[in-house]
C-alpha cells in the first residue's frame, strides 16, 4: 500500500503546483491580459460573442448580472429537457434508445443544468449519442463555465471600489467555456483515448465471450464526455459504474490524471482570488484553512477503508488489503478512498468505487465533505461558498473584539449578513427537511419495502443512504450510496427541486452580497483594521466551519453513519 499512500500524496502536491499556474493563466484571461493561447483561442471567443450580439464592454449591476446568469440557464433546461423526451427520434442513435420518462428527464435535465450530475439512469443505456454530446457534454462545457463567471463576478466585487458593475456575465461565460475548459478537457480527451478509453460513433460491440455467449459490449463517445465530467467538477458517468468502468478509467495513469483533473480548477480560483484583489497572502489563508480541512478527511477516510470491515474479518476473512467491498481490485482501497473523498468536498459526484459500499465511518466523510461543501468545491461555487463562511468569520472576529466587522477595507453591516445567512441556512434546510420528509413517506406507507421499494437496507443505513442522497442534491454533488432505488417519481421530482433551488440560491445571494460590498468605498486599513491574511484568522475561519459544520450536522451522522458503526 505503500505505493499507493506515495501516489496520494504526489497527486495532491502536483495539483497544488499546476493549480498556481492555471491560476495565473486564469487571471489574465479574465482580465484582459494576453496568454499565449490567444492568437488560437481569442478569435473563437469573439466569433461566439459576435454572433451573439454581446458587446464585450457593457458592464452588468449584480441584478442584470444574476438575470443573465438564470435567463440562459433557463433556455437550456428547455432544450436540453426536450431533446432527452425526443431522442429516439433524434439522430445518431445506432442502439435504438427511447425516450426519458417525464420524471426522470426533470430530474435529469435540473441535474445536469446545475452541474450536480446526479443520475437516477444508466448512462449507456438511458441516453443515445445525440443526447451525449448535445445535453450532457454541452451542460458540463456551460454549466462549470457558469459557476466560474459567478465566481469571477463574486471576486470583483470584492475587490472593485465603488463599482457600478460586476462585469458582463456572457463575457465570462464564453471565456470561461472557450479559453479555460476547452483546451483542457481536449488535452485530458486525448491522453484518455491514448490510455484506451473510447471515442467512437459506432455502436456497441458485438462480441462472443470465453463462455460461448453472445453479448453487447456499450462504448461510445466517452473521452469527451469523461474530460470535462471531471475538469467541471461535474461527474456524471457515460457508464452506470461511472469511473469504476474500465472504459472510464482505464488505467492506474488514468486515475491520477482524472483526481488532477477534479481538484485543479477549484484550487486555481482561489488564487485568482489572490491575484485579482492583489492580496496573495488572503489567498494563501484561504487556501491553507481549505488544506487544513481536506487533508484530514483524506487521512481519516483513507484509514476507515485501509482497517478494513471488522464483520468480514470475524469471518475469518483477510482483510489486510483494506475494505475490498465494492470497490476495484485493479484501483484498491487508498485510491479508492481517497478519490472518494475527493469528488465530494469538490462537489464532483464521479465515484470509482460504490460508496454505498463504504465502512460507516468512511461513508460519513463524503456526506461531511458535503455538507462543509466549501472544501474546495465546485468550478468557481467552492469559493462562494467559503465567501459566506469568510464573511461569518469576520462577523464573529469582529463582535470579538468589539468592532465593526470589515473585509479588505469594507464594512460588513447587516443587509451582507442576512445575505450570507440566507445561502448558509438554505443548505442544511434542504437536507435536513428532504430526508424527514423522506423518512416520514417511508414510515406512512404500507409496506414501504414493496410500494416504495428505496430501501433495501432499512435501518441505521437505509437512514444514510435517503441522507446521502438528499446531501448529495444539496451540494449538487450527484453521487449517491446506490442501494437506494432512485428513479422512483418522488426521488426525482424531490431532488430535482432541491438541485434546482441550492444552486441558485447559494449563488444570487453571495452576487447580491458582492454587489453591495463593490458598491461601497473602500476605506484605508490601519492598526484596528482586521487582518483577514494572517495565521490566527485562517484559524478562525478553519474553527467557524467546523463548529458550524458540527452543530447543523451531528444529530443527522448520530443517526446514520455513526449509530452503523456502534451497532457492529
Known amino acids: ?57 457593457v458592464q452588468q449591476t449584480w441584478q442584470q448580472f444574476s438575470m443573465s446568469l438564470l435567463l440562459s440557464n433557463v433556455v437550456m433546461w428547455l432544450v436540453t429537457f426536450a431533446i432527452v423526451s425526443l431522442q429516439r427520434w433524434l439522430p445518431p442513435n445506432p442502439d435504438g434508445i427511447g425516450n426519458m420518462e417525464p420524471t426522470l428527464a426533470f430530474n435529469t435535465i435540473s441535474s445536469f443544468v446545475t452541474n450536480t450530475n446526479l443520475q437516477h439512469y444508466s448512462g449507456e443505456t438511458g441516453l443515445s449519442y445525440f443526447s451525449q454530446m448535445f445535453v450532457i457534454s454541452f451542460l458540463q462545457f456551460v454549466t462549470a463555465a457558469t459557476g466560474i463567471a459567478a465566481c469571477v463576478a463574486v471576486i470583483r466585487g470584492l475587490a472593485g471600489n465603488r463599482l457600478a458593475g460586476l462585469g458582463n456575465f456572457y463575457v465570462d461565460l464564453t471565456r ?24 467512437t460513433l459506432q455502436g456497441a460491440a458485438q462480441v462472443r465471450t470465453l463462455e460461448g455467449a453472445d453479448q453487447a459490449i456499450a462504448r461510445g463517445v466517452t473521452a469527451g464526455v469523461e474530460s470535462i465530467k471531471q475538469l467541471g467538477t461535474n461527474g456524471g458517468g457515460y457508464f452506470g459504474p461511472n469511473s469504476a468502468h474500465p472504459y472510464e478509467n482505464p488505467t492506474p495513469l488514468t486515475n491520477v490524471a482524472e483526481t488532477w483533473a477534479v481538484t485543479v480548477i477549484p484550487m486555481s480560483m482561489v488564487w485568482v482570488l489572490g491575484f485579482m484583489t492583489g492580496r496573495r497572502r488572503l489567498a494563501v489563508t484561504v487556501f491553507a484553512t ?111 473584539v468589539g468592532r465593526t466587522p470589515e473585509f479588505l477595507g469594507k464594512k460588513v453591516e447587516a443587509k451582507e449578513m442576512k445575505l450570507a445567512s ?53 451540494a449538487n454533488n450527484g453521487s449517491g450510496f446506490e442501494g437506494l432505488g432512485d428513479n422512483t417519481p418522488f426521488w426525482n421530482i424531490g431532488t430535482g427541486i432541491v438541485m434546482l433551488l441550492s444552486r441558485y440560491i447559494p449563488i444570487i445571494a453571495p452576487l447580491a452580497l458582492a454587489g453591495t460590498l463593490a458598491a461601497k468605498p473602500a476605506a484605508p486599513e490601519n492598526a484596528g483594521s482586521l487582518q483577514a491574511d494572517t495565521a490566527t484568522f485562517g484559524f478562525t475561519l478553519w474553527a467557524v466551519i467546523v463548529i458550524l459544520g458540527l452543530l447543523m450536522f451531528m444529530p443527522v451522522a448520530v443517526l446514520g453513519p455513526i449509530a452503523e458503526h456502534l451497532a457492529r
Open 176 to 199: 470561461a467555456t472557450v479559453r479555460v475548459l476547452l483546451p483542457l478537457a481536449i488535452v485530458l480527451a486525448v491522453f484518455l483515448m491514448w490510455q484506451g478509453t473510447p471515442m
Open 290 to 400: 481549505m488544506l487544513a480541512l481536506y487533508v484530514p478527511m483524506v487521512i481519516f477516510g483513507v484509514a476507515s477503508e485501509v482497517r478494513g470491515n471488522p464483520k468480514i474479518a470475524a469471518l475469518g476473512i483477510d482483510q489486510s488489503s483494506g475494505s475490498m467491498e465494492g470497490k476495484e481490485t485493479r484501483i484498491g482501497v487508498p485510491l479508492s478512498a481517497f478519490w472518494m473523498v475527493t469528488t465530494t468536498v469538490t462537489s464532483n459526484g464521479s465515484v470509482n468505487s460504490m460508496h454505498d459500499s463504504a465502512t460507516p465511518l468512511g461513508g460519513l466523510v463524503p456526506m461531511v465533505g458535503m455538507w462543509l461543501n466549501n472544501v474546495f468545491g465546485g468550478v468557481g461555487v467552492g469559493f462562494i461558498n467559503m465567501l459566506i463562511f469568510i464573511i461569518v468569520a469576520i462577523f464573529v472576529a469582529g463582535m470579538m
Open 1 to 57: 500500500m505503500m505505493t499507493d499512500y506515495i501516489a496520494i500524496a504526489v497527486t495532491v502536491l502536483f495539483t497544488i503546483a499546476t493549480s498556481l499556474v492555471l491560476g495565473r493563466y486564469m487571471f489574465k484571461v479574465f482580465t484582459d491580459r494576453r496568454t499565449m493561447l490567444d492568437p488560437v483561442l481569442l478569435p473563437i471567443e469573439r466569433l461566439i460573442l459576435r454572433l451573439a450580439g454581446v458587446e464585450p464592454g
Open 422 to 474: 440566507l445561502a448558509l441556512l438554505w443548505h442544511p434546510l434542504a437536507i435536513l427537511v428532504g430526508t424527514a420528509v423522506a423518512c416520514y413517506i417511508w414510515r406512512q406507507t404500507n409496506d414501504p419495502g414493496t410500494a416504495l421499494a428505496w430501501l433495501k437496507n432499512p435501518g441505521a443505513h437505509g437512514f444514510s443512504e435517503m441522507l446521502y442522497e438528499f446531501s448529495s442534491a444539496a
